[in-house]
């Protein structure tokens, strides 16, 4: 049986729209699922010791469960900065540890034992500037954390011997088990005023942020 080109192609557009479709339910069966796991586990997304930036009171929180070894985290943090300097005042950033690599524990340690010195956001940004240097996935090299204490002001020595603190470990273990229980599979992951963040990117996260002002 022989089609006329009309007809094949009208069966070739009415298979992409069906696949248009599906995709476009399936996803928003996703997000709805990923909400609903979110809702059942609100308590789980910020802990009294998460490190935080910006107003307590801001009227919008999001929170960003990152692995400073995560390439996608360390793309993102510029656009996070962005977005936070536009809403400025209005938005609170948490940040919450999921460690998928192999030295991302090993590194969230070290950010935790530099809040006692207020350098924190510093060290934050160093290691994610410099992650290809220490990050490398074929030749890490997480001996050179310890060598950026200069750039945030910190004493090598001392640095070392408070990142074992076990305490740290605990939050980075708790975090990790409150992000499986949130569903995160992946870094960076988003909520937005407790919604997650289908997409990640400069747009997404403006949008969330927008809307969120809005309610």
Known sequence: MRFSKGVLAGIAAALVAAFVVGAFVYRGQETQQ?????????????????????????????????????????????????????????????????????????????????????????????????????ASHGAPRPELLLEYAVLAGLDKAKWKEEATNPEWQQRIRQDAEDGKALGVNRT????????????IGYEPLRVAVQQALAK
Not at 188 to 199: K, M
């Open 34 to 134: 990923a909400a609903a796991t979110v809702s059942a586990n609100a308590d789980r997304l910020i802990r009294p010791y998460s490190p935080t930036l910006g107003p307590a009171d801001a009227p919008v929180t999001i929170v960003e469960f990152l692995d400073p070894e995560c390439e996608a985290c360390a793309s993102m943090h510029p656009i996070v900065k962005q977005v936070m300097r536009e809403f400025d005042g209005r938005v609170r950033l948490v940040v919450r540890y999921m460690p998928f690599h192999g030295n991302s524990a090993y590194a969230a340690t070290l950010l935790e034992a530099t809040r006692a010195h207020n350098a924190y956001w510093g060290t934050l940004e160093t290691f994610f500037l410099r992650q290809h240097e220490w």
């Open 188 to 199: 960076p992951t988003f909520f937005v005023n407790g919604q997650p963040l289908a997409q």
